[in-house]
């Protein structure tokens, strides 16, 4: 993938987050690969106010190249590359899928229930991962179980996190989990009609890639 249409797609999108409140602050981060490594938003950076010559350049190993410090999430992030094929990965602390990651009773192995049939198409189950510390390498074993099977999880009282075959594609599917959990939240202790098993099964066998 071209490393400049990829840095200034980290910057749009970045802004774009930040600016319809899906993340706040300095939290949340993305990277995407590029010919022999990988982009990455910087430590502590603010997705609202990316720098194309600022983003950190990292090797097919994760090593950094140039730019600033790479974010400490790069744990996470490796572990969906070296689990799945795929092309950018996206972390947010968006509210509602946060507060679903942080809620005890949010099924571990199905967080999202399936209310629309975007969220089947774009993200699937969405499993939750056990709590660890932001940045901490123990991440990775924990999102090793479940990479094979899941493109997109919550990270237990931290945030969601996608990857997709594009840059535009997880974008777009961290947004949708976000829509869901919304639905997910507002619904909460209403008569939800939810997609059944056969709907579903020919939503997946239609449009889900894997």
Not at 124 to 136: D, K, L, N, Q
Request: net charge negative; aromatic share 6%.
């Amino acid at each position: 993938m071209n490393e400049e249409k990829i840095r200034a797609d980290i910057v749009k999108w970045g802004r774009s987050l930040f600016e319809r409140g899906l993340t706040a602050g300095s939290s949340g981060n993305i990277s995407a690969r590029i010919d022999g490594g990988y982009i990455a938003t910087p430590t502590n950076s603010c997705l609202g106010f990316l720098e194309p010559d600022r983003l950190s350049k990292l090797d097919l190993d994760g090593n950094h190249i140039s730019g600033d410090k790479p974010t400490k999430e790069l744990p996470l992030h490796f572990a969906f590359y070296e689990g799945r094929s795929c092309a950018a990965v996206v972390h947010l602390h968006s509210s509602y899928a946060t507060a679903l990651a942080c809620l005890s009773d949010t099924d571990p192995a199905d967080a999202i229930p399936p209310i629309t049939p975007y969220v089947v198409m774009r993200v699937g189950t969405v499993p939750v991962v056990p709590y660890t510390r932001p940045g901490s390498a123990d991440v990775k074993a924990r999102i090793a179980a479940i990479v094979a099977d899941h493109s997109a999880a919550l990270l237990e009282n931290h945030g969601p996190i996608v990857c997709g075959a594009s840059l535009d594609a997880a974008v777009f599917a961290i947004e949708e989990l976000e829509e869901a959990a919304k639905l997910a939240i507002i619904t909460r202790g209403m008569q939800v009609r939810h997609l059944t098993p056969s709907m579903i099964a020919d939503l997946n066998a239609t449009f889900r890639l894997r």
